[in-house]
Nanobody, 125 residues
Framework: QVQLVESGGGLVQAGGSLRLSCAAS????????MGWFRQAPGKERQLVAG????????YYADSVKGRFTISRDNAKNTVYLQMNSLKPEDTAVYYC??????????????????WGQGTQVTVSS
């Protein structure tokens, strides 16, 4: 059974940092694209950061460029999201996802096949 388990969310003041982790189990995801999405109340789920199968190519939403960094450790079947200079507008539930059919980065949620349960990130002003 495939599982993605996120951790590292929480409450932080504006300007602070958090590091999210997503550990995958059930199969090896080293050949597939992985991404971090977020969804705030009343808003659509959007891709925040993505990485191709190797980690050599990454994507960032304009709103997080220069503040967030995605990385992956294929040996550990884990993807990370380092979030710095957090803002109140970063508040959302963050989900990691894997696109089994893709080696490149997918930007649409429909391109991803497996999802974690989500972790809440709350940034206070």
């Amino acid at each position: 059974q495939v599982q993605l388990v996120e951790s590292g969310g929480g409450l932080v003041q504006a300007g602070g940092s958090l590091r999210l982790s997503c550990a995958a189990s059930g199969r090896t995801f080293s050949s597939y694209a992985m991404g971090w999405f977020r969804q705030a109340p009343g808003k659509e789920r959007q891709l925040v950061a993505g990485t191709d199968w190797s980690g050599g190519s990454t994507y960032y939403a304009d709103s997080v460029k220069g503040r967030f960094t995605i990385s992956r450790d294929n040996a550990k079947n884990t993807v990370y999201l380092q979030m710095n200079s957090l803002k109140p507008e970063d508040t959302a539930v963050y989900y990691c996802a894997v696109a089994v059919g893709l080696r490149r980065i997918g930007v649409r949620p429909t391109e991803y096949d497996y999802w974690g349960q989500g972790t809440q990130v709350t940034v206070s002003s």
